[in-house]
């Protein structure tokens, strides 16, 4: 396969699966509508920025080690799943019915950042995606750590790209989406997809 026939075909699959609803954009979305885009583009910086470190990781060895230890994938997934099911629960034990803080509490606004880069990190289905994925965009006899960066800054760009499209789109109805019903409403069925994924992490199989 040719370099120009390989950027442009993983390009359009990784667009294709970008695409496709998932976590990610239930994050995304969710933050937009209850945080604000400020919120949401840090959340999407820091599902990208999880894309970059498992990059870095099947580049030097580790996505290949959790793609044949049973062991190391099991308990990357077993946490995995737990942190998305504390998210999950918390927002529907806790939805909140404003954007303000409570006074005298002191709250403050949650790392959106720090949630999404450690969601998709704890993920190890993201690691074996790329392990099993990447390969088949990279020319024979090219360098395999270029080239594993090369295409995961892809998918970053494309992730970023879609992530700002989502955040746009919720602000001409920012002032209905930010009442008091909906972001209660946002906050239980966000939290109800973030549990569904929780199991279907922990019970999946490779």
């Known amino acids: ?17 970008t695409l496709t609803p998932g976590l ?26 999880g894309c ?19 062991l190391a994938y099991s308990v990357l997934k077993y946490c ?6 504390w998210l999950g629960f918390n927002m529907l034990l806790r939805p909140r ?13 949650p790392n959106w950042f720090f949630k999404g880069m450690i969601g998709n990190v704890l993920n190890p289905k993201i690691g074996i995606f790329y ?10 006899g090219q360098p395999l750590v270029v080239w594993t960066f090369g295409l995961v800054s892809i998918h970053v760009v494309i992730g970023l790209l879609w992530s700002i499209i989502l955040i746009a789109a919720t602000q001409p109805l920012a002032k209905v989406l930010r009442s008091e ?15 569904l994924f929780a199991a279907r992490l922990a019970f999946s199989k490779r």
């Open 1 to 17: 396969m040719l370099i120009t026939d390989s950027v442009l075909a993983f390009t359009f699959a990784a667009t294709l699966l």
């Open 24 to 49: 990610d954009t239930a994050m995304v979305l969710r933050t937009a509508t209850v945080e604000g885009k400020q919120h949401a583009l840090r959340a999407a910086l820091g599902i990208n920025t």
């Open 52 to 70: 970059l470190l498992w990059g870095a990781a099947v580049a030097f060895g580790l996505g290949a080690l959790i793609a044949v230890s049973e």
């Open 80 to 85: 995995g799943a737990a942190y998305l099911a």
């Open 97 to 109: 019915k404003s954007l303000s803080p409570v006074a005298g509490v002191g709250k403050t606004s």
């Open 131 to 140: 392990v099993s994925f990447l390969p088949q965009f990279i020319p024979q």
């Open 181 to 195: 019903k909906v972001i209660t409403w946002m906050d239980r069925a966000t939290g109800m997809i973030f549990v």
